[in-house]
């Protein structure tokens, strides 16, 4: 009955990871628990179905699809160069029917979501862009950062969306997040908050 989040960056990490909680599925049937693994900088060709296969959510902290220090020199020495090419592979896992969550890795990086979708988006850098094909759609981020972060907490039914009946939390940004380049809408700004129906933060004018 308890939803397990699982650290896990390396390609083996992930794929044993996945390994527990299918065996934890066979032995105790699939009670939907909304599973999750984050970090996910390496993952197998292999195992990028298999999150949608076990119902894992894969939480990733795009704010890292970067192109520079610690996506290249750190880490490209270091690693086979066909694992390289699969570095924070969320749209893989999109493409295959699973479900991304954003996370920000906060205090080690910005909780500024508005810089990771722009990354997700983007996946820019210093030295160029990070594997171009794995480019995540700004919608796909802003479900990433709504509804299925909530999802990955097993609140789907209290937040993470705006319906009768559950809890008033949403923001009012300076521009149209939709519509606005990539470059723009990583710039938005929030002006005001409303949690549970209550305002908690108000910029001032």
Not at 24 to 34: C, E, V
Not at 42 to 61: K, N, Y
Not at 94 to 114: E, Q
Request: no cysteine; charged share 20%.
């Amino acid at each position: 009955g308890m939803i397990v989040h699982v650290h896990a960056i390396g390609d083996q990490a992930v794929t044993e990871a996945l390994n527990g909680i299918a065996a934890a599925r066979k032995a105790n049937g699939n009670s939907g628990l909304p599973h999750t693994i984050t970090h996910l900088q390496l993952i197998r060709p292999d195992d990028i179905p298999r999150f949608r296969e076990l119902g894992v959510i894969a939480s990733f902290q795009l704010y890292w699809a970067s192109a520079g220090t610690d996506t290249i020199e750190l880490v490209k020495p270091h690693i086979d160069p066909a694992l390289y090419e699969w570095q924070y592979p969320a749209r893989s896992v999109l493409d295959t029917g699973g479900m991304i969550a954003g996370a920000s890795d906060w205090p080690v990086s910005t909780a500024n979501v508005f810089l990771a979708i722009y990354q997700a988006e983007t996946r820019k850098g210093p030295a160029g862009v990070l594997d171009a094909s794995q480019r995540v759609p700004r919608e796909a981020m802003l479900y990433a950062y709504t509804l299925h972060a909530a999802r990955a907490m097993g609140e789907q039914d209290r937040f993470g969306s705006l319906a009768p009946g559950k809890q008033a939390d949403f923001a009012l940004l300076d521009r149209d997040v939709l519509t606005a380049t990539a470059e723009e809408a990583r710039d938005t700004k929030v002006l005001w908050t409303v949690v549970g129906g209550r305002t908690v933060y108000g910029a001032k004018p």
